[in-house]
């Protein structure tokens, strides 16, 4: 699906965005906005190479400051033509209800027009759909209810709807349960995994992590420590690994 090698990231304190300078075998070109680096940016990621193949459910985790959420954005900045993000910055509109919030996930599958009457007077398929996805979700709100007053676990389970109603092949997420008990987390990951064929996602519960999908990546300093499938994951190494990040 997407072969990076010797990726190195920078972020720009002053933009809010990643500059860098990779091979990516995928496109045969970098895709970030701007290569290089300035006085202003920090080196997040360093000679990273990683191939992730179609169909896989790939995990990454490490301690905070890794690396984590700057290697997914780039993943997703490649990979977006076909895939949903779900990110922690959420992007909800706040004046805007459920039902439009999670609507704006299919704004690219129809006309500027069909989409202008839908958001006056909301199609009865559109409704149908949306109420489905949204008690698959556990999401028991009124789709009229503005995100603005729903709580952190409600606003993140609207952001993981509006990104499955993008029905894409690929799912990238970062943290997209950090707000929920272990339990939902366990039910909702498996909806993400039914509805996408494949699946790249930063965890935070890394037992959940090494459990439930094919293939665990960790970062450390912004440096791959750990690539690893299920049946040979090191929980000893993983272990160590956020230990000594926590006394440092």
Same mark, same amino acid.
């Given at each position: ?49 990683? *191939? ?23 993943? /997703? ?21 459920? /039902? ?64 499955? /109603? ?18 939902? *987390? ?63």
């Amino acid at each position: 699906m997407i072969t990076i090698d010797k990726l190195n990231l920078h972020y720009d304190k002053t933009a809010s965005y990643n500059i860098g300078k990779s091979t990516d075998k995928n496109k045969g070109k970098n895709p970030s906005r701007k290569s290089g680096k300035n006085k202003a940016s920090t080196q997040v990621i360093f000679d990273l190479s990683l *191939t992730i193949n179609k169909s896989e459910k790939v995990a990454i985790i490490g301690p905070s400051g890794a690396g984590k959420s700057s290697l997914l954005h780039h993943l /997703y900045q490649t990979l977006q033509s076909r895939a949903a993000l779900c990110s922690q910055r959420q992007g909800l509109v706040d004046n805007l209800s459920i /039902y439009h919030n999670v609507f704006m996930g299919a704004l690219a599958r129809h006309h500027c027009l069909y989409n202008l009457i839908n958001l006056i007077k909301p199609f009865k398929q559109n409704l149908n759909d949306i109420t489905a996805l949204c008690q698959q979700l556990e999401l028991d709100q009124p789709l009229d209810k503005k995100v603005d007053k729903l709580s952190g676990g409600q606003r993140q389970r609207v952001a993981l709807a509006r990104a499955l /109603y993008q029905q894409q092949e690929l799912f990238i997420g970062d943290e997209p349960f950090s707000a929920l008990d272990p339990l939902m *987390t366990s039910r909702l990951l498996e909806t993400v995994f039914a509805q996408h064929n494949s699946v790249i996602m930063v965890m935070h519960d890394r037992e959940l992590a090494m459990t439930a999908f094919d293939r665990v990546i960790a970062l450390d300093k912004g440096r791959l420590v750990l690539d690893s499938n299920q049946q040979s994951i090191n929980l000893q190494q993983i272990t160590q690994l956020f230990q000594t990040s926590a006394v440092a």
